[in-house]
């Protein structure tokens, strides 16, 4: 959640974000409205009670006149006490309810629009030319079934769409990017982490996704646990409800765990293959540093996606995503596309986003620093989907016998291999 602070006094920059992100504007002004009187309704609680207070010690003292008529105060105080009470706690349940409903400001250099109006910011690597080279290139299923790497058919029998089995040399490839990625994290100084898939609604609302992603989530009702769509929630709430010493930041995490996504608003989009599912494995960086340093770690979090991105020697763009396309918690995000030769496109594999302080508010999470104890800021930063990254490998990586040259950095995890044979052979 943002500063209450911040939006009394700049409003209107409150306002300017919310357009930004295509969200309802008139929220700010209902929230404005509600938290004047939360403050006023407390003022009038905090002078009704002193005086209720002070009442108490004339009535002992008091003349029997007297008495009576303080005694007739008192009663009038009791009511309007718990009045005061009510109204306080009604307006301060609204106050809170409303500024969930608020997302993060978006950064002054954010592009404004919607997904489409993204800047590139970098390119790098070699597209490949398969025409020149001869030969058409297979799609990443086709070339999964040719490996006995990739097995949809099964995998929706046993689940339903969007499900599959990665076999053989598939499973293999799954263990060897995931232990390459997390190789890369620890080398970076992150502290490996495997954390629960199933998480308590604080901890999925206090990082956001209960809000426009909540179509998304998969939710356990008998249980009242969420299945998490990325280790990005049970990483941020990791600390939830404590004071950091400053001298122990930053704190660096990679997680490793299962993601589960409804995909509900992607009907009819990337139904074949593995590109979009509803369970894959994932490695998230995850950072908590001072709010003053996020920026400058937002950009590290960046510098690490595009040094894996490229020791799997991928095509790959680097684009500054518009506002209207940020999740409710970043204050910017920036992804990594690769290229896709069948799609001839550019398709995300990695993101990282600037939450600055609207986490941890939302999560308690603060930094002592001396004698002030501030919220810190929240990055969040994807190293390695698997799916994803296993499609942009098969297909660039791709030879015209249906063979896959594997990217040097895996080879140690995958025996010394160089080539995925396919299994016909």
Same mark, same amino acid.
């Given at each position: 959640m943002?500063d209450?602070?911040?939006?009394?006094?700049?409003p209107d920059?409150?306002?300017a974000s919310?357009?930004?992100r295509?969200?309802?504007?008139?929220?700010v002004d209902?929230l404005l409205s509600a938290d004047e009187?939360?403050?006023?309704?407390?003022?009038?609680f905090?002078?009704?009670r002193?005086e209720?207070?002070?009442?108490?010690?004339l $009535?002992?003292? %008091? *003349?029997?006149?007297?008495?009576a008529?303080l /005694?007739?105060r +008192?009663?009038?105080?009791?009511?309007?006490?718990?009045a005061a009470?009510?109204e306080?706690?009604?307006?301060d349940?609204?106050?809170q309810?409303l500024l969930?409903?608020?997302?993060?400001?978006?950064?002054?250099?954010?592009?404004v629009g919607?997904e489409?109006?993204?800047?590139?910011l970098?390119?790098h690597g070699?597209i490949?030319?398969?025409?020149?080279?001869?030969?058409e290139?297979r799609?990443?299923?086709e070339?999964g079934q040719?490996?006995g790497?990739i097995d949809v058919?099964?995998?929706a029998k046993v689940s339903?769409?969007r499900?599959?089995f990665?076999?053989?040399?598939?499973?293999?490839?799954?263990?060897a990017?995931v232990n390459a990625? $997390?190789?890369? %994290? *620890?080398?970076?100084?992150f502290?490996?982490m /495997?954390t629960? +898939?199933?998480?308590r609604p604080?901890s999925?609302?206090?990082?956001?996704?209960?809000g426009?992603?909540a179509?998304?989530?998969?939710?356990?009702?008998?249980?009242?646990?969420y299945?998490?769509?990325?280790?990005?929630?049970?990483?941020a709430?990791y600390?939830?409800d404590?004071?950091?010493?400053?001298d122990?930041?930053p704190l660096?995490?990679a997680?490793?765990?299962?993601?589960f996504r409804r995909?509900?608003g992607?009907?009819?989009?990337?139904?074949?293959?593995?590109?979009r599912?509803?369970?894959?494995d994932?490695?998230?960086?995850f950072s908590?540093?001072?709010?003053e340093?996020s920026q400058?770690?937002?950009q590290?979090l960046?510098a690490w996606e595009?040094?894996?991105?490229?020791s799997?020697?991928?095509?790959?763009?680097?684009i500054?995503v518009?506002s209207?396309?940020l999740g409710?918690?970043?204050?910017r995000?920036?992804?990594?596309?690769?290229w896709?030769?069948?799609q001839?496109?550019?398709?995300?594999?990695?993101?990282t986003?600037?939450?600055?302080e609207f986490?941890s508010r939302?999560l308690s999470?603060?930094v002592?620093?001396?004698?002030q104890?501030k919220?810190?800021?929240?990055?969040n930063?994807t190293?390695?989907?698997?799916?994803r990254?296993?499609?942009?490998?098969?297909e660039?990586?791709?030879l015209a016998?249906?063979?896959?040259?594997?990217?040097?950095v895996?080879?140690p995890y995958?025996?010394?291999?160089?080539v995925?044979?396919p299994?016909?052979?």
């Amino acid at each position: 959640m943002i500063d209450l602070r911040l939006l009394r006094e700049d409003p209107d920059r409150v306002r300017a974000s919310q357009r930004a992100r295509g969200e309802d504007v008139a929220l700010v002004d209902a929230l404005l409205s509600a938290d004047e009187r939360r403050r006023s309704s407390g003022v009038r609680f905090d002078e009704l009670r002193a005086e209720q207070k002070q009442l108490g010690k004339l $009535i002992p003292k %008091a *003349s029997p006149d007297e008495k009576a008529e303080l /005694l007739k105060r +008192a009663e009038q105080l009791k009511t309007d006490v718990r009045a005061a009470d009510t109204e306080r706690d009604a307006a301060d349940t609204e106050t809170q309810e409303l500024l969930l409903r608020l997302g993060n400001l978006v950064h002054p250099d954010v592009p404004v629009g919607g997904e489409e109006d993204f800047v590139t910011l970098e390119t790098h690597g070699t597209i490949r030319d398969f025409g020149a080279e001869g030969f058409e290139p297979r799609d990443h299923l086709e070339l999964g079934q040719l490996l006995g790497a990739i097995d949809v058919e099964r995998g929706a029998k046993v689940s339903g769409s969007r499900f599959y089995f990665l076999t053989g040399v598939g499973a293999l490839l799954e263990l060897a990017l995931v232990n390459a990625a $997390i190789a890369q %994290a *620890s080398a970076a100084g992150f502290t490996p982490m /495997l954390t629960p +898939a199933l998480v308590r609604p604080q901890s999925m609302a206090g990082t956001g996704f209960l809000g426009q992603a909540a179509q998304d989530v998969y939710h356990l009702d008998k249980d009242d646990l969420y299945l998490v769509g990325t280790s990005e929630v049970p990483l941020a709430a990791y600390h939830m409800d404590e004071i950091i010493d400053a001298d122990k930041l930053p704190l660096r995490y990679a997680g490793f765990s299962p993601c589960f996504r409804r995909e509900a608003g992607s009907h009819g989009k990337d139904t074949r293959g593995i590109f979009r599912v509803h369970q894959f494995d994932k490695v998230e960086m995850f950072s908590y540093v001072a709010p003053e340093d996020s920026q400058a770690e937002h950009q590290r979090l960046l510098a690490w996606e595009k040094q894996w991105l490229e020791s799997l020697e991928l095509p790959f763009r680097v684009i500054d995503v518009a506002s209207g396309d940020l999740g409710s918690s970043a204050a910017r995000k920036y992804d990594c596309e690769a290229w896709i030769p069948t799609q001839g496109k550019y398709r995300e594999l990695t993101s990282t986003s600037d939450c600055t302080e609207f986490q941890s508010r939302r999560l308690s999470i603060r930094v002592r620093d001396g004698k002030q104890v501030k919220p810190l800021a929240t990055l969040n930063g994807t190293l390695c989907a698997v799916p994803r990254t296993i499609v942009a490998i098969l297909e660039n990586h791709q030879l015209a016998d249906g063979s896959v040259r594997v990217p040097e950095v895996l080879r140690p995890y995958l025996g010394g291999r160089e080539v995925l044979e396919p299994v016909s052979r």
